[in-house]
């Protein structure tokens, strides 16, 4: 089915599509119009859901641990501060193992105060526990939320999944996008029957309480386990997602990647942006590629690495600082994960697009006209630095 | 970098116009005929008043570009007092055109855009708007003209598609959709090219 939608507007639908038993609700930018097409469908009967508005974002995220925790499905939709409000209840949520299903519309942090896109937000949360799967545009912004319960709930991992898109520059942008039939969302989403539940009366139990230390570390292996069995089920979930749509998703997408010399690591949005500046690189001769990551947690740092092993410059792209002093966060990851190449390309950080600022082909292509320069030369330069900014000299 | 084959316009207009919801429904219309678009307004500190900016990419192919646009084929400006505050031509090409809420000519116009050769396309979407619907709302007509001048869609199909997508928008309020096709038709006959 056709249609025309924003981002957060498909999200909504492919929510109202899902029916869950519950949805916390607590409006922030840019993702206040996911609960607030949400309320129209539950007043208007259109789903089942039980509709909790509450005072903020820890409430919020707490209903869904309650709810989840008692054997219903939850969902949640956040932003920005709201996130970092939910910081406490993300490790809870993660640690209980209730698979809840979070959309997170990434905002910078405060502050300064600033309304548009970053990924501080989500990057931020990046060691919680939870999964992180990232949408280029609408499309994957409903097809990534669809997938996200299957994965979540799945024996294997049982924990929670959110699914990330850009702030405005999805969320509020309306595209094309092909939906599908309500009755093929809800087989291919099944029934949610957990194992245990507080409310199953056969094995009582208790949620969330004291755990010492005999016990605490071993309760981690397990969680980090399930972080790593994750993988594997997000690529079954993807496969039979494409059974029902025709589209494809791995943990992460190659783009003309075959013969790459110079290629980019990024997220989000800007990885369409940068598609358009490939094509015209591969127009001129220039053996250009992208990686767009997907999933960010599990990380999936040996397949990047083989990914990567055939070319001579990289540059990873973070829209997130990290204040680190030596990169952002997905730098790190992937550095870390060519570490064990025999021949590793050369490796550069390039921070951009925070708080909103816009990122235009041109852009792209200054940077891969640095890789081209370091993989003739050699000389790599600074390897970290801020692209688009005024404060000080730009350095690509 | 777009292609030949997009056709891209930037809206400037102030908070509570409705130029952000003309660019949306643009988008949605010129899908509804089968075009890839995109429609998507730039946020700044958001309040009644302040200078917004909204953005449509149209297209036979789906666009990955998720920049603002730059370099726009058409400017449409809902309100006249932002030519004294912002570059509304800057980066418009050569071959395009710009679109202006005003009841003065075209002719009187080109002399406040400094030095603009191109086209100039005015309409007054105020003394239409209140005429068909009763009260200001110059989006409708500043869309009505943004299509006739563009040629983006065909005017017939247009005016069809619109009058779906109204039906879904206004399903709670269906007496307006009357006034608004009439405001719509009305502002295709009146835009000045000039």
């Known amino acids: 089915m056709s249609s025309r939608l924003s981002g957060n507007e498909a999200v909504a639908y492919a929510m109202k599509q899902i029916n869950p038993d519950v949805m916390g609700a607590f409006p922030i930018t840019p993702s206040t119009e996911i609960p607030e097409y949400f309320a129209q469908y539950a007043a208007n009967g259109e789903v089942d859901t039980e509709f909790v508005t509450v005072e903020s974002e820890h409430s919020s995220m707490s209903v869904c641990i309650a709810a989840q925790a008692a054997g219903a499905r939850s969902v949640c939709a956040t932003s920005s501060c709201g996130l970092a409000l939910m910081y406490e209840l993300l490790y809870v949520a993660a640690s209980c193992r209730l698979p809840i299903a979070l959309a997170c519309v990434n905002r910078a942090l405060s502050g300064p105060i600033n309304i548009n896109n970053d990924h501080s937000d989500s990057m931020g949360a990046r060691d919680s526990g939870w999964i992180q799967i990232y949408a280029e545009n609408n499309q994957e912004a409903y097809d990534n939320f669809l997938m996200a319960m299957p994965i979540g709930e799945h024996l294997s991992v049982r924990l929670p999944v959110m699914t990330c898109m850009d702030g405005f520059i999805t969320s509020h942008a309306v595209e094309n996008i092909e939906l599908l039939e309500t009755e093929a969302v809800r087989r291919f989403i099944g029934e949610y029957n957990p194992e245990n539940y507080l409310l199953k009366k056969e094995n009582p139990l208790a949620v969330g309480p004291y755990d010492v230390s005999p016990y605490y570390m071993e309760h981690k292996v397990l969680e980090a386990e399930a972080m790593k069995a ?59 590629g992208l990686v767009k990551i997907r999933v960010f947690r599990p990380f999936p740092g040996e397949e990047l690495a083989r990914a990567l092993a055939g070319t001579r410059a990289v540059a ?81 | 970098m777009a292609s030949n084959d997009m056709v891209e316009i930037r809206w400037h207009g102030r908070g509570g116009q409705g130029a952000k919801s003309a660019c949306l429904l643009l988008a949605d219309v010129a899908g509804l005929e089968g075009k890839f678009v995109q429609g998507f307004p730039e946020y700044g500190p958001e309040r009644m008043g302040a200078p917004i900016t909204a953005y449509n990419r149209i297209s036979e192919k789906r666009c990955s570009i998720h920049s603002n646009i730059y370099y ?27 679109i202006i809420n005003t009841p003065c000519s075209p002719q ?87």
């Open chain 1, 230 to 288: 994750a993988k594997t089920r997000i690529l079954e979930v993807a496969a039979d997602f494409e059974k029902i749509s025709g589209r494809r998703y791995g943990l992460f997408e190659e783009y003309r990647m075959e013969d790459a010399e110079l290629a980019l690591v990024l997220i989000g949005s800007s990885a369409g942006t940068a598609k358009a500046a490939v094509d015209k690189l591969r127009e001129a001769g220039v053996k250009a």
């Open chain 2, 108 to 194: 009187e116009m080109r002399l406040r855009l400094g030095g603009w050769s191109g086209k100039v396309c005015t309409l007054d979407a105020r003394r239409i708007s209140e005429e068909t619907l009763g009260r200001n709302f110059p989006n409708t007509p500043m869309l009505a003209a943004a299509v006739k001048v563009s040629g983006v869609l065909e005017t017939e199909r247009f005016l069809a598609h619109i009058e779906e997508s109204f039906k879904h928008k206004f399903a709670d309020k269906p007496q307006v959709i009357e006034g608004n096709m009439a405001t719509l038709k009305k502002s295709m006959d009146e835009v000045q090219v000039g």
């Open chain 1, 316 to 396: 990873v792209m973070d829209k997130s600082e990290g204040f680190s002093a030596s990169g952002g966060p997905l730098f790190a990851e992937t550095r870390s994960a060519l570490y064990d190449l025999q021949e590793r390309p050369y490796m550069i950080n390039i921070v951009y697009g925070l708080g909103g600022r816009d990122v235009k082909t041109e852009d792209i292509e200054k940077v891969f006209a640095r890789l081209a320069a370091i993989a003739a030369t050699g000389e790599v330069g600074p390897l970290y630095t801020h692209m688009g900014q005024r404060s000080r000299e730009e350095i690509a």
């Open chain 2, 72 to 98: 726009p084929d058409y400017v449409v400006v809902v309100d006249e007092s932002l030519l004294d505050n912002v570059d509304v031509t800057g980066g418009l090409k050569e071959g395009g055109a710009i």
